[in-house]
């Protein structure tokens, strides 16, 4: 009955209005498409025409696959206005745009009409045809006109909940188009509903999926190869993809690779996602292969600001490295979204920046990008901007290029299975520091295979091993005592702090009976072991050389100087052992060995990146400004240099040997020596000839070591081919040509920040001034490292020439001391 009746109707209506019948694709001005009649591709694949989709009973003018048995509607013009009957008709109108009218009472009502693509030129001599082509796009164009750029309307720029191969999701951003997918309200109606999918016009652009006016699922930006979430979207058999992003446009698209397979992303309103399916002749049905969201982690800010999703634990929200829950009780009842805070707050600009691997970058509503930045590029600009807090690149290919900034909260981020991206993220130095120790082991894999490739590979490697034991907080020692010893003549007054004595047997068993294998080295005055008590507890043996007295003044110095001391940028004596002709010094171990066994070592300064050597920097500053001022003596060191430098397992500076140090009265500023001691390089000029020393005198050695970090260079030894300065002089000579950045260690370039580095040098040359009044004390130098503040022009530093005049190789002096780093201990002046 149905049947026949809208066969008649169809009879009916194929009278009234003629058919189409002379092009099968194709309606021209003349001629109209009429509900009943359909307009089938050239190739065959799609079919134009009116429906009722499901139960409806409403018209719609759409396009369906025309050999697909199950009806799928591609695209739906009026999917806002139905009709109620079957008066519909499509025309091509006087003014050449393609309208849908109805007929009432006579006259017809436009219910629908293709907005103008592009202005028609009136003066056109040739027809305007609407033609739906074998890619399911119907367009509007000059009826020679064949090329995409030449139609006036196509129905591809206005998707409605599907993207077939060839269409475009995104923006046409000269004539501000917006192209977007929004799903039917349900199988039987085909007006948009509350699911939506489209770019997101940042400044780093990414597609996102909305339900009603929240957003549900981000693909994350385009990386150069996918979109950043997009761990599966890869090369496939079916079909390529590309994400389009210039001035003019920001889209993606896709293209079939073999034209006989059918697939289409749909937005499904029914599982609230984004769907590829594929038509499965054999089995005559639409497989979904890719569906997003994924799973739990790709719900759109699950975790909250700064957490991380990962899949493979539960709960899958963790808060990113250096950050905690902000509300932990909503947080360990599983609800994310107050997000976490920093452990510890911002210092800008003494930041630096953590790296997370194989993420999915976040949100970037927030960015901003420059595509010619490279990483480095990229850094330097987000550490000089306190609000940025991440940054990456804006391509991965080949190594990566670009630079993308966050800023504000970084949100949506998930460890994703495979083909995440590096981000690097805001922190605190001392947060930074506090990783160090994981960073070490991080790296060990890097400095295995540099220890392979050279010839003191045996010497790296127990590097290795030694960062890999964790030191172990001192437990109390079993054999406490206050270390004195008449027969020696050290005494430590009551008032001082216990220092444990260690018996000999002690200290024989730690070492091995002071094994060779357990030496680590040639102190001032004699030789260092390492060693493990019975606890575990690593130690650093100082032994006095039985043979020679000579270090026995510097010894006592020591034990009494240092016992006195605490600070977390001094080495800490955990006490001695006088026993019979022995005389040892027993410290905290330090795995990382001394500052210069990294900065002058172009393997090994690679594991310290900028950052690092600023951390060093600032902790050698604090621990001399302890010693200098803020102690209960004070000290001056007068052997400050990189080999007394010793690293603990976080890389923390540790300032050593206090053999040749001296307590000051407070009131007393200046002494004059009649006995020079210290190292070549690091002598302040009025201490090395006159033997006068003062705070000042450290200042100067702290100055060259500043320089030495920051260039990698030795200041004595340093060797250019076009001049014979030393490196003081060097970094004199680049400061006044105005390059004074040139001195840089390159391998540093990937993670410095440019201001930072410039205010280092500054600060070295303002320490290595030739007149010690001009020289800043210690509490100047910590604040111009924390801060920003305006400093002094330099003037000329002191020892700048090549060799300083008790260096000349026909010199007397020189003969006490034929090792360059070794400390000259018995050099008297005359
Ligand atoms: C294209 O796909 C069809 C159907 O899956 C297959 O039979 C044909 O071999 C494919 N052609 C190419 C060139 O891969
Ligand atoms: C982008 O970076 C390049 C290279 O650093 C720079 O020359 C250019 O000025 C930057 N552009 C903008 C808009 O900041
Ligand atoms: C930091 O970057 C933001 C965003 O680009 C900008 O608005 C702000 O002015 C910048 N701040 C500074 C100090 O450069």
Redesign the pocket.
Known sequence: MVVLYFLLLWIELHDVFPRASNVADTIISSQSLSDGQTLVSQGGSFELGFFSPGNSRKRYLGIWYKNIPIRTFVWVANRENPINDFSGVLMINSTGSLVLLIHTNGSGTVIWSSSLSKEADHHQINPIVAQLLDSGNLVLKDEKGSEPESYLWQSFDYPTDTLLPGMKVGWDLRSGLNRRLTSWKSADDPSPGDLSYGIELHNFPEPSMWKGHTKIYRAGPWNGIRYSGAFDLRPNPLYQFDFNLSQEAAFYTYQLKNKSVITRTTLSPTTNSYDRSTWVEVDRTWEVYVSVPRDHCDSYGLCGAHGICVISESPVCECLKGFMPKSPESWNSMDWSNGCVRDKPLNCPEDGFAKFEGVKVPDTTYTWV?T??NLK?CQAKCLANCSCMAYTNTDIRSGGSGCAMWFGDLIDIRQLPASGQDLYIRMPNSELSMWANNWSKMKSAVVTVAAIATVSGMLIISLILSSFTTFKKKTKANNVGVCRNKDHNIEVQKEDQELPLFKLTTIANATNNFSPNNKLGEGGFGAVYKGALLDGQEIAVKRLSMNSRQGLTEFKNEVILIAKLQHRNLVRLLGCCIQGEEMMLIYEYMPNKSLDYFIFDQTRSKLLDWSRCFHIICGIARGLLYLHQDSRLRIIHRDLKASNVLLDDEMTPKISDFGLAKNFESDQNEARTRRIVGTYGYMAPEYAIDGLYSIKSDVFSFGVLLLEIVSGEKNRGFDHPSHSLNLIGHAWKLWNEGKPFELMNALYMDSCSVSVVLRCIHIGLLCVQQHPEDRPNMSYVVLMLDNESPMPQPKQPGFFIGRNPLEEPNSSMRKPCSNNELTLTSLEAR
Do not use: Q, V
């Open positions: 420059n010619s930045k590029g």
